[in-house]
């Protein structure tokens, strides 16, 4: 595709429901990044991608929270028994390799509230 | 740890003044610093970045931004504001292949 695509774009669970975020990378980009975005906040990393390697998950604030990404393209971010303070929005990043030089194109995000 | 420290909120201006958006570093090496744009309910959008060439780095929509290390600042300029300015803005620096953002500046735009 021609950017980074994330579904759904709004997602509202009851808490303690498990959910399930997606993010289509740009075609050919080898690396993936999940960042959390609280309201007024910015961007907080939460983990990242090597092809299907997951290579940092430094980020993710519980064992709740769990991404992969098995065949080296789509990723899904998992949040199992959702609280109130996981509400937020949940951006991806592809970049097409990894190292600082490169740049990382966000998808919109998923906005999702925890009631 | 790098992180980086946004002055400033919001910041208000008026259409065709001046706009600056202040962003101060810490690093203990020599920093890749970058400034997106978040439109509303929308993704953010890469301005312009900084990589150890020119220390004043051009980017997209008229603003530009000059990296000073002895004030160990990346601040964001543009010489006349739009309307279609209004946006959040974050300055951010890399690390490890991950972005470490600001809090973010929200700029209005008055007519």
């Known amino acids: 595709g021609a950017g980074v695509s994330q579904s759904p774009r709004y997602k509202v669970a009851k808490r303690g429901q498990d959910v399930a975020l997606r993010c289509d990378p740009i075609s050919g980009h080898v690396s993936l990044f999940w960042y959390q975005q609280a309201l007024g906040q910015g961007p907080e990393f939460l983990t990242y991608f090597q092809n299907e390697a997951q290579l940092d998950k430094s980020g993710l604030p519980s064992d709740r929270f769990f991404a992969e990404r098995p065949e080296g393209s789509v990723s899904t971010l998992k949040i199992q028994r959702t609280q109130q303070e996981d509400s937020a929005v949940y951006l991806c990043?592809?970049?097409?390799?990894?190292?600082?030089?490169?740049?990382?194109?966000f998808g919109a995000g998923t906005r999702l509230s925890v009631l | 740890a790098q992180s980086v420290t946004q002055l400033g909120s919001h910041v208000s201006v008026s259409e065709g003044a001046l706009v600056l958006l202040r962003c101060n570093y810490s690093?203990?090496?020599?920093?890749?610093l970058f400034w997106y744009v978040q439109y509303p309910n929308q993704g953010l959008q890469l301005l312009l970045k900084?990589?150890?060439?020119?220390?004043l780095v051009k980017g997209i929509n008229g603003f530009e931004a000059e990296f000073k290390k002895s004030e160990t600042s990346f601040h964001l300029t543009k010489p006349s504001a739009h309307m279609s300015d209004a946006a959040e803005y974050f300055c951010?620096?890399?690390?490890?292949?991950?972005?470490?953002f600001g809090q973010g500046t929200e700029l209005s735009v008055k007519p």
């Open positions: 990043a592809s970049s097409l390799t990894g190292g600082n030089k490169n740049i990382q194109y």
């Open positions: 951010a620096v890399i690390q490890g292949g991950k972005l470490i």
């Open positions: 690093s203990s090496v020599p920093p890749y």
């Open positions: 900084y990589t150890s060439a020119a220390t």
